[in-house]
């Protein structure tokens, strides 16, 4: 296969791809594409080039995309007032209908992008192939779910199929009610559940930073826990690292925080000596 014609010329280097084409062409690769990484086309059109490429060497990806800004712009529009509780939106049945169509109308976004490229995707959502069972988080977050059932099946059926499947962070409870799921829980339990080699989440910042704020390569569970207790890690950060840790411990071999703003922070992340982000291991 002439690597040169699918790489991207800002991409890594030819030598090192060969060499990671073979690491995980066994593995499977989940990413999370995240709230604040969404809004810029342009970071867009670089993330659906690099699953496009991942795609054409042979890499097989699940994603799961948020929709954090799109959600609170339609919301604003409506004049709805959201409110959260430990980070998360309380969803009533008003504000759940729309999350739901807000997501699905990205999805069929992310799939029609990667088609016009000429890769097969397929949408994954609560109106079609729904792959996520949930139950209530809290009574007083309203529509907010937990993942308490992924279909493996369903996924990996798209996936040997050499199609890419998109999933929504949206669940089906009791009596089919639709709930919406924090991206990063979405994704580490589908992370979890499929065993991957790795789980990669686009955010907006380059990864974990020391308390000089210098971007750290790579770090254990261990050490990530120090750094909560010290208050190196703070804020937003906790609850990611937190999810980090949880897939680690469960199955999942690393977990990479990479910033999407990067061009093609995937492919480095994955076929590159350096990586791209924090790379943090059991």
């Not at 097989?60 to 948020?66: N, Q």
């Not at 729309?98 to 029609?112: A, G, K, Q, R, T």
């Not at 059926?157 to 990063?184: F, M, V």
Request: hydrophobic share 40%; aromatic share 4%; with cysteine.
């Amino acid at each position: 296969m002439e690597f040169e014609k699918i790489l991207p010329k800002d991409g890594p280097p030819i030598n090192e791809v060969t060499k990671y084409i073979e690491k995980y062409k066994n593995d499977l690769i989940v990413i999370k594409y995240g709230g604040n990484v969404l809004i810029d086309r342009d970071v867009f059109n670089n993330f659906i080039t690099d699953l496009n490429v991942l795609n054409k060497l042979g890499i097989a990806t699940v994603v799961i995309h948020g929709g954090g800004p799109r959600i609170k712009r339609e919301l604003e529009k409506s004049n709805i007032q959201s409110k959260f509780i430990r980070g998360l939106r309380v969803t009533d049945k008003n504000i759940i209908d729309i999350v739901e169509s807000v997501l699905i109308d990205f999805n069929n976004d992310i799939v029609n992008s990667l088609k016009d490229k000429g890769t097969e995707a397929i949408s994954i959502h609560t109106k079609n192939n729904n792959v996520i069972k949930t139950i209530p988080e809290a009574e007083e977050l309203g529509f907010v779910g937990i993942p308490n059932e992924i279909h493996n099946e369903q996924i990996l059926n798209i996936i040997n199929q050499n199609k890419i499947p998109i999933i929504s962070p949206l669940g089906l409870g009791k009596e089919n009610q639709t709930y919406n799921i924090n991206g990063d829980t979405a994704a580490m339990a589908i992370a979890k559940s499929l065993k991957s080699r790795r789980l990669l989440l686009m955010t907006n910042v380059d990864g974990v930073l020391d308390k000089n704020k210098k971007l750290i390569e790579e770090i254990s569970s261990s050490e990530v826990l120090e750094m909560i207790k010290d208050e190196t890690i703070t804020a937003g950060m906790i609850p990611k690292i937190n999810a980090c840790l949880d897939a680690v411990n469960n199955g999942v071999t690393a977990v990479g925080i990479i910033n999407g703003t990067k061009p093609h922070s995937c492919l480095w992340e994955i076929f590159s000596d350096k990586g791209s982000g924090t790379l943090i291991r059991q």
